[in-house]
């Protein structure tokens, strides 16, 4: 089986599943190593396919329940609120997960009709919003985080603080709290069990260790 084939068949395979399913399995069932499967885990995120680890009985390598959403029918003046308040969300960077929101934007308004979308057009330009926008950050760290925070998984941080020390740390991620000024993340380290927020911006380097074992 080519890997092309074997991602589609994976996926698929998945999808048909309520209940999650070990990488040993997988491997097993699709011929390969267990590291096969998990690089062919890895392109299905990379592809947008919200694959997580789900812990416990029954647990393994699951798509989100949510995945396979019902059609969904905005008028114009719904859609442009969603619109304006999400392109606020990315002008001001409050959001660490910038590219899935300007994902599901472009469904809002691939789901209008011509009409409906000119519509929209008009009632962006007549609503805005003003703010202070947090301090940037780089675009491979925010789609660590994200990674991260959907899927539980051990998030490894290379971190400035204020006195431009440089510290490198392993955490899982609790919360995300957006400011007017800064977006902080509030992390608990894997190891000593201490708990710290980091500040968004300051965190220089981030990927994806392992899933999160409590």
Known sequence: MQRTERLFALAEYLRGRRTGVTAETLAE?????IRTIYRDLDSLRDASMPVAAERGRGGG???DRSYSLPPV???AREAALLVALGR?????????????????????RSALST?????????LKE????????????ASVRAAIERAWFEQQVLRITYVDGNFLETTRE??????????????????DVKG????????????QAEVVRPFEP
Do not use: C, W
């Open 29 to 33: 069932r699709f011929g390969v190593t």
């Open 171 to 188: 955490v899982r991620i609790l919360s995300v709290v957006m400011d007017r000024h800064e977006t902080r993340l509030d992390t608990q």
């Open 115 to 123: 009409s409906a979308q000119r519509e929209l057009l008009d009632r």
């Open 127 to 138: 609503l805005s919003f003003l703010g202070v926008p947090s301090l940037p950050s780089k």
């Open 61 to 63: 390598y699951a798509l």
């Open 73 to 75: 029918n905005f008028t």
């Open 88 to 108: 606020f969300a990315i002008d001001m960077r409050l959001l660490p997960f910038t590219g899935t929101l300007e994902s599901a934007l472009d469904k809002v």
């Open 193 to 204: 069990g201490e708990r710290r927020p980091y500040r968004l911006d300051r965190i220089i």
